[in-house]
């Protein structure tokens, strides 16, 4: 089992950066692939980024390409997304996830069995 806490949101303004961050519980946190979904208002959770167990792998959205980075600290047990060049449409509550099994490109949410509470972000036009 692992529990989430994430940190790190808030308003930023068009084109500016966040870096949001996710603690997780647990001793055997480095066996997890990690992950960060995100939920606008009115619409569903979509798969933003995820990475490997070993962190040596990561997948993204096409919407946060070249603008988004995932990377994690085993060492630690934390998982971070940078976020940079923000958009408006970049605004939503950023989830962190865990799945216990399956490959490092999981994008379903079904997918994740572990979430956090979420944290909001907003982007100022």
């Known amino acids: 089992q692992v529990q989430l806490v994430e940190s790190g949101g808030g308003l930023v303004q068009a084109g500016g950066s966040l870096r949001l961050s996710c603690a997780a519980s647990?001793?055997?946190?480095?066996?997890?692939?990690m992950g960060w979904f995100r939920q606008a208002p009115g619409k569903e959770r979509d798969f933003v980024a995820s990475t490997s167990n070993s962190g040596d792998s990561t997948e993204y959205a096409d919407s946060v390409k070249g603008r988004f980075t995932i990377s994690r600290d085993n060492a630690k047990n934390m998982v971070y997304l940078q976020m940079n060049s923000l958009k408006p449409e970049d605004t939503g509550v950023y989830y962190c996830?865990?799945?216990?099994?399956?490959?490092?490109?999981?994008?379903?949410?079904?997918?994740?069995?572990?979430w956090g509470q979420g944290t909001q972000v907003t982007v100022s036009p």
């Open positions: 647990g001793r055997t946190f480095s066996h997890y692939t």
């Open positions: 996830v865990a799945s216990s099994a399956g490959p490092w490109y999981l994008k379903s949410p079904g997918e994740y069995g572990y």
